[in-house]
C-alpha cells in the first residue's frame, strides 16, 4: 500500500544533507512552500543552494530560511521583489551569492533534468550579459546559447489538495513552479492544505501526478 | 500635459485588436488590464501562469491565489485558464504571443530593450520574465516614462544600462508621445497637445522624425 | 469576440498548401481526427508530409488520407500496427518515404519546436541505427544526440470538449498526442465532439488553451 | 512444461514491490496488468499517458478513449491520472520509472536489447517507444519466449537483429527460465520442472551460469 501521508513537518523535512539544492516553488507567496522552508530551519541543513523565482519577502518563510545563514547561493530570476529585505542585507553584505537566471530558463532548465536530456539551446540572453560565457551556436539563422539541465536534491512544494499516493492539484496561479520542481527534484516534498481521498481528485485534473511526489504533509491555510 | 501613468496604459491598451494574446509585464504595462476598449476581446497573459487575466478584484474579492506578474491580485475572464510556469513561458518564448508590453529603463533608436539591471551594486539585479518576452512575442512594445526623475532621456542613442535584448522593440508608448522604432529610425506619431516637437527632442536623446501625420496623443481623464 | 468555431469540416481544413506538414494527434483510434483526415482529402492539398504515432489502420481516417497518394512522407513511430494495410501497400511499393522516430522523441521535438527552442540533447537511439548521422556529444559522463525542433504547418486534433476560445478538454488516454501538436502547428484545427459555452470547461481544468487553437469544428462521436 | 504467455506474466508480476512504478511494453508485458499481486499497490505505466493502468475490462466496460500501449482497452485503477504524450516520456526517459518490463526479439547476454526490427525488406520497422523505454526506466526486464518458433534462440552472444540500447537488460523472463544478466555472464535462476540444465543451454545460444541456489520456476495454472 502507497502512502506517502506523513503526520510531521519534521517527518516531512527529515534527511535533507547539507550542502543539497532546494528546488522552492511559488511566485510571490502564491504557492510558496513557507511551512516547509521553516521546517528545514529546524531541520538544521547548511551550505544549501535554493533554486527559486524570487528571495523570499517579509521575515518568514523563504526569507526566514535565508536569515539563518545557511543558504550559501542562490539562483533565481527576480530577487528584487518589495520586502525581499533579508536577501538585500544578505547581498549587500557579499554573505550570499547569486546566479540571475531568466524566469523561463530556470523552468526551462529544470524540466531538462526531469526529462532525462543534457541540454537545449535558447535564444533567450542572446546578446545580453547573461550569454557571457554560455556555448553559441546558429541554428537555421538564428543564434542560441546552450543551457544545461538543473536537478533537484530536494523539491519544496506547495499545493491544494493530496492524497496518500501523492497527487496534487493547485489553485489558480499557485501552480506556478510547482509541477515542474516537483519533476525535477529527487525529493519532492509538499505541503498541502487538504489532504483527500485517493480518488477525489479528478483523474483527468491531476495536475502533479503522484510519481513525482515522494512525501506530503498537511498545512491548513 | 503629460499624460498620467494609467492614461499611458490606456493609449497603449487602444491599439489592442480584438482576439489578440498580449503579455503584460510588470510596473507600467500591468495598468493596461484596467483600461481595455470594452468593444474588444483581448486575452492577456500573465508570465506566472494566467491567462486571461481580468480586471482587478474588488476588496472582496481579492484571492492571494491568482496574482498578476507584479504579484497583485488579479480576476480571470470566463474562457481563461491556468497553466504551470513551464508551459506559461513555452507560450511566451514559442512566439504563441501576438504582443508583450513591457516595462523599461531605456530604450534604444535601433530598439534595444533595457529593462533588467542598472547595476547599481548596491541593489540586485532582477531579470524575470524579461529576456524570455524580449525575445519571444511576436512583437514587443514599451511603455515607459520619456524622462527620469531626474530629467534624464530614457530614450537613447543606446541604451547605458545592459541589455535585455537587442533590437526588437517596435513602439513606445511614453507620457509624451507615441514613437515608432522604424528602420529609418524614431519616428514620432503622436504628440501631447502643450510640448512642441523641439522640445520632445530635447527631452529625448536619440534623433527623433515628426510623421507626415503627427496627431496630438490625447487621452480621457481616467 | 473570438469565436473559433466554424460551421464545416471543409471551413475547418480550408487553406491548407501543398506541400504542407500535418501533424495528426492519436495513439490507435483514440484523440485520433479521423473526420479532419478525411476532410483533407476533399479539399485536395498533396505532397504533405505526415507527423503521427501510427500510420492508419483499416480504410479510414489517416490511412484513407494515406490511399490517395498526396502523403510523399510519413514521420511517425510505430507504422506497424495490425490493420496499417494501406500503409503497408504503400511502403513495399516504394509509393512512400518512412522516417521512423522513437516516440517520445516526435513528442518532444514537437515541443521543442512549439517552446522556441534550437534543439535537444537526447540519450534515446544513442549506440543504435537510428542515431547514425546526428550530431553526438558527451556531456557529464553520458553521450546525447542532438535532436531539432519538428514543426508542423497544421495540426489535426481531436478533443472531447470545445468552447469558442477554442480551449479543449479530452478524455482519458485520448489526450497523448493532442496538447503538444496543438502547441507545434501554425495552424491547429480541433474536431470536438462537444462545442460548450465559454467557462463550462473549468479554466483548472483546460488541458490545451485557446491560444494554441485557431479553428474549431463539431463532430459528434 | 514450458509457461504458458499468462505465467511469464505472472512470474515476472511477483517480483514487483509495493508501490513500485512499472511501465509495461506491448505485447507479452501487456499480460502483467491482469496477473498483479493482490497484497501490493503497483502503479503501472502506459507510454500513451496512463499512470494507474487497471485490469482488463469486462465486455459492457470498454472505452476506446482507454487504451494501453498495445492500443487494447484497459481500465484506471483509483488514483490513476492522466497525461498527455510528452509528459509521458517525461516519465520514461527522466528516470522516474522503477521498473520497464519490455517484449524482445533477442537478448545478448550483456543485456543488449533488440526489438524495433527484423530488417525484413517487406515488412515497415516500428519503434514505437521501445528506444526511450530502454535507455529510461531504471532498471529493464525483459518477457520474451525462449525461443522462435523455427526454435531459434532469442537469447544471443550478441543481437542479430539492430539494437534498441546496449547494455540495458537486467533480468529475463522466459518460458522456461529466469536469468539475470550480470557481469559475470547470465545466471540461471530458475529453472522449470521438466527441463535440465543442459538442454535450457541447447535453447541459449549466449553460455548459461546456473545460479548456485537454482530454484524451480513453477506459476498457477492461471
Known amino acids: 500500500m502507497i502512502d506517502k501521508r506523513v503526520r510531521s513537518l519534521a517527518d516531512a523535512v527529515a534527511g535533507i544533507p547539507d550542502g543539497a539544492t532546494i528546488l522552492c516553488a511559488g511566485f510571490g507567496g502564491a504557492g510558496l512552500p513557507d511551512a516547509l522552508c521553516e521546517a528545514v530551519i529546524e531541520q538544521g541543513a547548511r551550505d544549501l543552494t535554493i533554486v527559486a523565482n524570487n528571495a523570499g519577502t517579509g521575515r518568514t518563510g523563504l526569507a526566514a530560511l535565508l536569515a539563518t545563514g545557511r543558504v550559501k547561493r542562490i539562483i533565481c530570476s527576480f530577487p528584487r521583489s518589495s520586502g525581499s529585505v533579508v536577501f538585500e542585507e544578505l547581498y549587500a553584505a557579499g554573505r550570499i551569492e547569486l546566479e540571475l537566471v531568466p524566469q523561463g530558463i530556470i523552468s526551462e532548465r529544470m524540466r531538462c533534468a526531469a526529462a532525462g536530456l543534457g541540454g537545449f539551446y535558447s535564444p533567450v540572453s542572446v546578446g545580453t550579459r547573461l550569454a557571457e560565457g554560455k556555448e553559441h551556436r546558429e541554428i537555421d539563422g538564428r543564434m542560441y546559447v546552450l543551457e544545461k539541465p538543473l536537478k533537484g536534491d530536494v523539491a519544496l512544494l506547495a499545493a491544494d489538495r493530496g492524497d496518500r499516493w501523492g497527487n496534487l492539484s493547485y489553485r489558480k496561479s499557485a501552480r506556478n513552479f510547482n509541477p515542474t520542481m516537483a519533476m525535477a527534484a529527487s525529493l519532492s516534498i509538499a505541503q498541502v492544505r487538504h489532504f483527500v481521498e485517493l480518488g477525489e481528485i479528478d483523474p483527468e485534473t491531476v495536475i502533479t501526478p503522484g510519481i513525482f511526489v515522494d512525501r506530503l504533509v498537511e498545512v491548513p491555510a | ?222
Chains 1, 3 share one sequence.
Open chain 2, 1 to 222: 500635459m503629460p499624460l498620467k501613468r494609467r492614461q499611458i496604459a490606456w493609449r497603449a491598451a487602444q491599439d489592442l485588436v480584438d482576439g489578440a494574446y498580449v503579455n503584460l509585464g510588470i510596473g507600467l504595462p500591468t495598468l493596461v488590464a484596467d483600461v481595455l476598449p470594452a468593444d474588444r476581446e483581448i486575452v492577456l497573459h500573465s508570465e506566472n501562469g494566467v491567462l486571461g487575466v481580468g480586471p482587478a478584484p474588488g476588496d472582496n474579492e481579492v484571492d492571494w491565489d491568482l496574482v498578476n506578474a507584479g504579484k497583485q491580485p488579479v480576476t480571470l475572464l470566463t474562457g481563461g485558464s491556468y497553466v504551470h510556469h513551464t508551459d506559461s513561458f513555452l507560450m511566451i518564448r514559442g512566439g504563441h504571443l501576438d504582443l508583450a508590453l513591457l516595462g523599461a529603463f531605456e530604450v534604444s533608436q535601433k530598439g534595444d530593450l533595457a529593462n533588467w539591471t542598472t547595476d547599481d551594486p548596491n541593489f540586485p539585479p532582477g531579470v524575470g520574465g524579461a529576456m524570455d518576452l524580449a525575445v519571444g512575442a511576436k512583437e514587443i512594445r514599451v511603455l515607459v516614462e520619456h524622462t527620469t526623475r531626474a530629467g534624464a532621456p530614457r530614450i537613447r542613442r543606446q541604451c547605458g544600462y545592459p541589455l535585455t535584448a537587442a533590437g526588437v522593440v517596435r513602439r513606445i508608448y511614453t507620457d509624451l508621445a507615441v514613437i515608432d522604432v522604424t528602420s529609418a529610425g524614431l519616428v514620432v506619431r503622436e504628440l501631447v497637445d502643450d510640448i512642441d516637437f523641439r522640445t520632445l527632442q530635447a527631452k529625448t536623446e536619440a534623433p527623433l522624425h515628426a510623421a507626415p501625420d503627427l496627431r496630438p496623443l490625447r487621452a480621457p481623464a481616467l
